[in-house]
Nanobody, 115 residues
Framework: QVQLVESGGGLVQPGGSLRLSCAAS????????MSWYRQAPGKQRELVAS???????NYADSVKGRFAISRDNAKNTVYLQMKSLKPEDTAVYYC?????????WGQGTQVTISS
């Protein structure tokens, strides 16, 4: 049973930084895509960034140049380094693991940007 455990969320002032982590366990195959999504109140869940097992990355336009996704394959862990945070980045951030057409989601971690 695949499990994803996220950590690193919190309250940060505008312009600040946070790093989210997501550790996957249980039946994780070597070929997969790990992603971060976010969902703000009253809005649809949206893709923030994704990374393949070979390191290819993709970012939403709204976070390009501010966020960086990375992964440690040996630890089955994906990270999201977030800088220059804005109030509009406030959301619940979810980790997703895609393996052979199946998607697994973490429980989400709250990120709040406020002064």
């Amino acid at each position: 049973q695949v499990q994803l455990v996220e950590s690193g969320g919190g309250l940060v002032q505008p312009g600040g930084s946070l790093r989210l982590s997501c550790a996957a366990s249980g039946g994780v195959f070597s070929f997969n895509v790990m992603s971060w999504y976010r969902q703000a109140p009253g809005k649809q869940r949206e893709l923030v960034a994704s990374i393949t097992n070979t390191g290819s990355t993709n970012y939403a336009d709204s976070v390009k140049g501010r966020f960086a996704i990375s992964r440690d394959n040996a630890k089955n862990t994906v990270y999201l380094q977030m800088k220059s945070l804005k109030p509009e980045d406030t959301a619940v951030y979810y980790c997703k693991l895609a393996i052979v057409g199946l998607d697994y989601w973490g429980q989400g971690t709250q990120v709040t940007i406020s002064s």
